[in-house]
């Protein structure tokens, strides 16, 4: 396996995916000039943190006739210090949103030593330096790091670590902790380096007589985070365990890992020492209450959620009415996820008793049931029962032809339900007139959300596709489009249904079905910039990580090496962190494989055939097409469809 993705690796790098303007450039330094500037400005830093204020000004003024633009240098006693000063606070910003991050740590070291030039320089003042005159070291440190410059950024915590107040140590602890957690929380394309940037802080603050211990709890805690999104439970518990204060009980987080790794029995031992209960008791409401917590704010995964709500979905039951929010909304989560996890015949139960209380409380044909209507057609979907499914559906789609009103969401899930359980028994003739006849009275409806709109016509589009008729099925995309934001107008949402985005992905499918690939690109490229732009998206959630793989397949379809070099990066980084029969392989490698054949290469997409044949075969796939259940039929369906990828590209290289 080490052998495959080494090879898939060697293809060309990629260029950048977004093109943002060069910025500006210090002036260009000898690796020996810039030695002795960080020389001089570290002794100015430990004669400042010491006080002696008149030792650090000579070795700042050097420093700076070493590494700063000669003009500006001239001019830093003169009236135009303050432009000077603005200037380099402006080049900072734009190396900073450039993500040149070598660039941003130069002009930061300018502006650092401005300040310190400015502290050392006050006669009025004595004694140890402000923390705010010397605080863009910190904000400096951060850039080396993210550029790759560790042990320059080494040798400036030293005079921190080394002073003798603890107070600067903790400052600096403390600044590189805030910014660890901002890389992981909001980081956006900053985030893979988060993982190095916390390494890097622990091993310099978590030492032998270290004076920052709540700082460097923060680190590990963010660490925590880190290892726990990839997929690393055990590390993740371990740096949890690190941040906590001796003798504290685990945080919600580490507590929600023991449910993710199977050790639901113990943790909800602990959840009840929590509250006040005996463990092992049964559990109780607040203990309930408080395993919901627990699961809100941690997102460990479906395998806590699943275990959590398992306990506290038969508590809620048994003591609380149905008006109650927490027994819908338990009864609801524990029913998805069953459906997301590829067991709809749990859910089934759950979703029937939920509907048959809706029914009785609000009534059959109102909104609180007709939402457990849609749920339960999904689950019954699900299990491959096309037939029932599609009589649910349709219950709430004669409401939607009684009312004459199709503004609602059950009316478009209903509309769009049907129209796949139609596609799915190879029904294509009725499913055309089917959304034939929908679309024409929703054109004709004067209550509806253009956005609606969109949504009805994009699942007209897949019955169109189904039938072949591609032609017809982009004119119905580009007609949803015209109801929608232009491309300079729209944002995407971190959690939002938006047909602006799914009519974007839908037209660059159906161009690069009718092998218009080049036309879809700048499809894809937005697409992808938007997410991107929006730091509430997480870097390697499912939302960006799809639409960089549409992007790399579509590249890939036009020969493109940039598109290989994606592929073969996400190939790399899900053997690595998932293992090689993963979902998250698959993902990469099926895609990869067909847009290779797609474009001619036939032999280049034996590789990451032979890799989703291996993890389709593997023990981690079984599924039996004979049980009544989708996700088991989907199984087997996939097993056969990478063996023919197999064999077509096996076939098409040997000719």
């Known amino acids: 396996m080490r052998t495959i993705v080494l090879a898939l690796g060697l293809l060309l790098a990629a260029p950048a995916i977004a093109q943002v303007a060069p910025p500006a450039q210090p002036p260009a330094l000898q690796p020996e000039a810039q030695t002795r500037a960080d020389t001089l400005l570290i002794q100015a830093a430990e004669h400042l943190i010491a006080g002696r204020r008149a030792e650090a000004a000579p070795r700042i003024r050097e420093a700076l006739a070493l590494a700063g633009p000669a003009d500006d240098v001239a001019k830093l006693d003169g009236d135009d210090r303050s432009n000077i000063y603005s200037r380099w606070i402006e080049a900072r910003t734009a190396a900073m949103k450039a993500r040149d991050f070598a660039t941003f740590a130069r002009w930061t070291w300018l502006t650092a030593a401005y300040r310190m030039k400015g502290a050392a320089e006050r006669s009025t003042e004595t004694g140890a330096v402000e923390l705010d005159d010397i605080s863009d070291l910190f904000y400096m440190t951060y850039g080396l790091v993210l550029a790759d410059d560790e042990a320059r950024a080494r040798a400036f915590i030293a005079p921190f670590t080394t002073a003798s107040d603890p107070a600067f140590e903790t400052a600096f602890a403390k600044d590189m902790a805030g910014r660890a957690v901002s890389v992981q929380n909001w980081g956006g394309q900053d985030k893979p380096r988060a993982a190095r940037l916390v390494a890097f802080a622990i091993a310099a603050f978590d030492r032998p007589a270290a004076r920052a211990p709540d700082a460097v709890r923060d680190l590990y805690r963010v660490q925590g985070e880190i290892l726990r999104t990839a997929g690393d439970f055990a590390g993740a518990r371990a740096a949890y365990a690190r941040a906590r204060k001796p003798g504290t009980p685990p945080a919600d987080a580490e507590l929600a890992l023991m449910f993710a790794m199977g050790e639901v029995d113990a943790g909800i031992r602990i959840v009840q020492q929590l509250v006040g209960d005996s463990p092992g008791s049964p559990l109780s409401r607040r203990a309930a209450d408080r395993l919901v917590e627990i699961d809100g704010q941690t997102g460990s995964g479906n395998a806590a959620t699943i275990a959590i709500y398992e306990r506290v979905w038969p508590v809620y039951r048994r003591l609380l009415k149905f008006d109650d929010l927490a027994l819908q909304n338990a009864g609801s989560i524990l029913a998805n996820l069953y459906v997301e996890t590829g067991d709809p015949a749990r859910a089934e139960p759950i979703l029937t008793s939920l509907l048959a209380s809706a029914e009785k409380r609000w009534g059959p044909q109102s909104n609180g049931a007709l939402g457990y209507v849609v749920d339960l057609a999904g689950a019954v979907e699900a299990q491959n029962r096309l037939a029932e499914a599609e009589l649910l559906y349709r219950r709430i789609w004669a409401l939607s032809l009684r009312y004459d009103h199709f503004e609602g969401d059950d ?50 589009a897949d019955a169109l596709e189904a039938s072949g008729t591609l032609a017809e099925a982009e004119a119905d995309v580009r007609e949803a489009l015209a109801l929608g934001d232009s491309d300079d107008k729209m944002n995407i949402a971190a959690a939002f249904d938006d047909p602006n985005v799914y009519a974007r992905a839908r037209l660059a499918h ?47 379809m036009q020969g493109k090496d940039e598109g290989a070099r994606l592929f073969a990066t996400r190939i790399a980084a899900a053997t690595r962190i998932y293992g090689a029969d993963s979902p998250q392989l698959l993902d990469v490698a099926e895609p990869f494989a067909r847009a290779l054949l797609q474009s001619g290469r036939p032999g280049a997409a034996l590789t990451p055939a032979r890799l989703a044949l291996a993890a389709r075969t593997s023990a981690r796939f079984t599924g039996d097409a004979a049980r009544a259940n989708l996700s088991d039929v989907a199984l087997a369906r996939k097993r056969t469809e990478a063996a023919r990828l197999m064999v077509e590209a096996a076939w098409k290289a040997s000719r």
Do not use: H
């Open 510 to 556: 159906l161009l690069e079905r009718q092998n218009r690939a080049a036309q879809a690109e700048p499809i894809r490229r937005l697409l992808l910039a938007r997410i991107e732009a929006n730091d509430m998206i997480p870097w390697e959630g499912e939302y960006r990580t799809e639409a960089l793989r549409a992007l790399a397949a579509n590249l890939t």
């Open 411 to 460: 009316s478009r899930e209903a509309f769009a339900g049907i129209t796949r359980t139609l596609l799915a028994r190879g029904l294509v003739a009725d499913a055309l007139a089917f959304t034939a006849d929908g679309i024409a009275r929703v054109r004709a409806a004067k209550d509806i959300n253009e956005w609606r709109r969109m949504f009805y016509l994009l699942a007209r």
